[in-house]
């Protein structure tokens, strides 16, 4: 193993991910995956396009952009240990958003479709904590979207009143 897979196991060993992954688990995760380096701004999903990949943020940050218009409103940002792409890869709707590099040199791992397909077959415990990790990601963003709702909803009519 070389010293960046050995740092990528370590990382993600750290991760929710591969919290009940055994080493030689996140290092066999690790074969599925390719790592991508981005430069700041570089996209890294477009809208519309049909997810044929998912990512997992291991260093830097990525913006989550929205037009609107023609004009590019960030609507939220993900950094380490987050995944990313997961809506579209998982449900293959076009995309709502663009994934955007916020940072030089931000790194990424990234599963595509036809390796996913594979580990779902030859190593099926670990797909499976790959999707309990989407279920966990998409549960936060549904709980951070709808606390968000209630504190404007607060603003906009006043506490207790509806």
């Given amino acids: 193993m070389s010293p960046s897979q050995i740092e990528l196991t370590k990382i993600l060993n750290q991760q929710y991910l591969c919290e009940s992954l055994t080493i030689k688990e996140v290092q066999t995760l690790l074969e599925y995956m390719e790592v991508v380096i981005c430069k700041k701004k570089?996209?890294?999903a477009e809208i519309g396009e049909v997810g044929d990949a998912l990512y997992f943020v291991?260093?830097?940050k990525v913006a989550l952009l929205h037009d609107e218009h023609?004009?590019?409103v960030e609507v939220g940002t993900m950094g380490e240990g987050q995944l990313i792409g997961e809506m579209s890869f998982?449900?293959?709707k076009p995309r709502d958003l663009r994934i955007v590099a916020k940072k030089e040199?931000?790194?990424?791992?990234k599963l595509s479709?036809?390796?996913y397909d594979r580990?779902?077959?030859e190593h099926p415990y670990i797909a499976v904590n790959l999707l309990e990790h989407a279920i966990v990601s998409l549960d936060e963003l549904v709980r951070s979207v709808s606390h968000d709702e209630a504190q404007l909803s607060r603003y906009i009519f006043g506490k207790g009143k509806r």
């Fill in 90 to 92: 998982f449900d293959r």
């Fill in 58 to 60: 291991v260093d830097g």
């Fill in 70 to 72: 023609g004009n590019e």
């Fill in 42 to 44: 570089e996209i890294i």
């Fill in 105 to 109: 040199h931000t790194q990424l791992l």
């Fill in 113 to 115: 479709r036809p390796m």
């Fill in 119 to 121: 580990l779902r077959v």
